[in-house]
């Protein structure tokens, strides 16, 4: 862990493994972290945040600026270390840790660059203004399947806005997490960066229970955000939910096949369909349906498996054997149904070692089932031919979930109809799963409260303060008593 500037076990007598997804071989055991190093590290934060909070934006954007720095200095190790414990190729882990780091440079300088807000005062002799304060200590709770940006995306702004911070990682993935800690976070005061590792109810529920933790920002699944906000109602505090995604694409009838079903394929398939904004659903005009689907298998049949590390690899292993057979059993459970497989839906033959899973087109689905439905978080796309651009938003927006949404058309109606009726918080034209620094991302309905990225994700991690100041301090004729005549 890395509690208050130093690497330490803490508490903590007990350790877990680290398993490398390819190859199921064990890569480090990691401190089992307990409530007394949540404590401690809670402790840290709060004793940093005074001095923290009152360091002039330009100090605390050098700041940020030396840990992109630091981070660039270790650019390759990183990204060799996050394929080793998360398993996506190295090229997509190439873009994770660049995005990383320029996350830092972009919430340095939006920061430094802040205004604040003088607003007109109800009467001459006041002055009214706005302030953005930091919340104080804030818990980073985070998921494995993009365990640097994801922590990025909430680290960066966090400490460009004031505030100091307790990170939990993912137990699955918590060694890039840890070696950034060392060799990029080390020169911010003590305190103001902690690590605690572990198990979500031995250390996340702490920090969410801990009266002195006023904001809790978390990417992760829709059900432990949900535990995690009841804990957190009892005491007010700030959420951050970044949650689960069940993203459909539209694909309409003038698209070239061929750029389409390459671009659907990255969406569907990168980091192995698990991204909380895959596309998970796909819609078809029937025009182009059999054409469409018969392109899509034949490419996605070719693409190549293998470990991460490797040049040639197109698609890695999936984290864990429990979500392999979580996806196994959507796709079984669709094909008992009458869905047909296209291509893959099993575990490939040639591979006894690591987490791996065919890349799957079903067709022949429909809305009762499971896998057009429920998160799959795996490499599978099922696709529905529909009859006119109604039944395709209709199709679209028939889910609990609303984080992002694709469209693939040159048609300007379309595409017009399509961003103002679609419910998502964020809708692709033509280009799936693109971010941008100054974008705001998150999601509507069930996928979470709040966005990150952009000013949006810089205004998450401060709390306003109206200041109404009387300069002349005279007496009020509205103040009591009533009635009184001067
Ligand atoms: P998860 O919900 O299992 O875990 C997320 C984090 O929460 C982990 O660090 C875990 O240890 C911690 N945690 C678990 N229980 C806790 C508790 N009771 N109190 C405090 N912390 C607790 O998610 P995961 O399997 O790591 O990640 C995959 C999920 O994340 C998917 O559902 C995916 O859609 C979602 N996700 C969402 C986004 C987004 O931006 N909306 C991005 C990536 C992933």
Not at 253 to 278: F, K, R
Not at 292 to 307: P, Q
Not at 310 to 332: C, F, H, L, W
Request: aromatic content about 8%; hydrophobic content about 40%.
């Amino acid at each position: 862990m890395w509690i208050n500037g130093k690497l330490t076990n803490g508490n903590s007598t007990e350790s877990f493994p680290v398993i490398n997804p390819a190859t199921e071989e064990v890569l480090a055991e990691v401190a089992r972290g307990t409530p007394q190093d949540a404590e401690a590290a809670v402790q840290a934060a709060k004793a940093a945040f005074p001095e923290w909070r009152r360091t002039p934006a330009n100090q605390r954007a050098q700041a940020l600026h030396r840990v992109a720095a630091d981070m660039r200095l270790h650019h390759d190790e990183l990204v060799r270390l996050l394929t080793l414990e998360e398993g996506k190729p190295l090229p997509e882990n190439e873009e994770e840790i660049w995005w990383s780091e320029e996350t830092f440079d972009y919430y340095a300088e939006l920061a430094r660059h802040q205004r604040g807000v003088v607003i007109p005062p109800g009467d001459p002799g006041q002055f009214n203004f706005v302030l953005h304060e930091p919340w104080g200590v804030t818990a980073c709770i985070i998921p494995w399947n993009y365990p640097i940006l994801l922590l990025m995306w909430k680290l960066a702004p966090a400490l460009a806005a004031g505030n100091t911070v307790v990170i939990k990682p993912s137990n699955v993935t918590p060694l890039t997490t840890l070696r950034i800690a060392e060799v990029a976070l080390a020169h911010l005061p003590p305190g103001v960066v902690n690590v605690i590792t572990g198990y979500g109810a031995e250390t996340g529920e702490p920090l969410v229970l801990h009266p002195d933790v006023r904001m809790i920002a978390v990417t992760g699944s829709l059900e432990v955000g949900q535990r995690i906000a009841s804990l957190a109602a009892p005491q007010m505090k700030k959420l951050h939910l970044e949650l689960g995604g069940k993203d459909p694409m539209v694909i309409a009838p003038d698209v070239d096949i061929e750029t389409a079903v390459s671009g659907l394929s990255y969406a569907a398939l990168i980091n192995t369909g698990q991204v909380c904004t895959s596309t998970e659903r796909v819609y078809v005009h029937e025009s182009i349906f059999p054409h469409f689907t018969e392109e899509l298998a034949d490419f996605v049949g070719k693409l190549r498996l293998g470990n991460g590390l490797e040049a040639s690899t197109d698609i890695g292993p999936m984290i864990r054997d429990k979500d392999r057979s979580k996806v196994d059993d959507q796709v079984q459970e669709a094909v008992r149904s009458g869905a047909h497989v296209l291509t893959g839906g099993k575990r490939p033959a040639g591979f006894e070692r690591g987490f791996f899973y065919e890349p799957t087109v079903l067709v022949n689905v429909d809305h009762s089932m499971r896998i057009m439905q429920d998160e799959t978080f795996g490499p599978v796309i099922p696709l529905m031919p529909y009859r006119d651009f109604d039944e395709a938003i209709r199709l679209a927006n028939d889910n609990q979930f609303g984080l992002g949404a694709t469209l693939m058309t040159h048609d300007a109606q379309l595409v017009k109809r399509f961003f103002e009726e679609v419910q998502a918080g964020t809708v692709w034209i033509n280009d799936p799963l693109t971010d941008n620094f100054a974008g705001p991302f998150g999601g509507m309905k069930m996928s979470g409260i709040g966005r990150e990225l952009g000013q949006e994700g810089l205004d998450e991690f401060t709390q306003v303060k109206h200041v109404h100041w009387d300069i002349e301090a005279g007496l009020k004729d509205f103040w009591f008593p009533y009635g009184r005549e001067d």
